[in-house]
């Protein structure tokens, strides 16, 4: 098993940014590559973004590119969401996802699951 347990979510006006970290404990940390979704009000959670277990290989959804980065940090059992640029249409529940294998972009590739953190935008 594998808890997650994502933090720094909060209110922040457009343009301004937000890190998100995802605690992890459990299992070997490294073993993981990591994911970032989130999910808006009567939507379906959608994939943000996610890193190997090393950090090496990344990937982003295109209307994150740019703006948001992730990382991680081995030593520390935890991957972070730097938020950029942020705009209302971010706003939204992210939550951390974990993968005993490569990067996925999808919800059902990811067994272990954080409580999520919500993020809020104003225009």
């Known amino acids: 098993q594998v808890q997650l347990v994502e933090s720094g979510g909060g209110l922040v006006q457009a343009g301004g940014s937000l890190i998100l970290s995802c605690a992890a404990s459990g299992r070997t940390f490294s073993d993981y590559a990591m994911g970032w979704f989130r999910q808006a009000p009567e939507k379906e959670r959608e994939f943000v973004g996610a890193?190997?277990?090393?950090?090496?290989?990344?990937y982003y959804v295109d209307s994150v590119k740019g703006r948001f980065t992730i990382s991680r940090d081995n030593a520390k059992n935890t991957v972070y969401l730097q938020m950029n640029s942020l705009k209302p249409e971010d706003t939204a529940v992210y939550y951390c996802?974990?993968?005993?294998?490569?990067?996925?972009?999808?919800?059902?590739?990811?067994?272990?699951w954080g409580q999520g953190t919500q993020v809020t935008v104003s225009s």
């Open positions: 996802a974990a993968r005993y294998d490569s990067i996925a972009t999808v919800t059902y590739a990811y067994a272990y």
């Open positions: 890193i190997n277990w090393s950090g090496r290989s990344l």
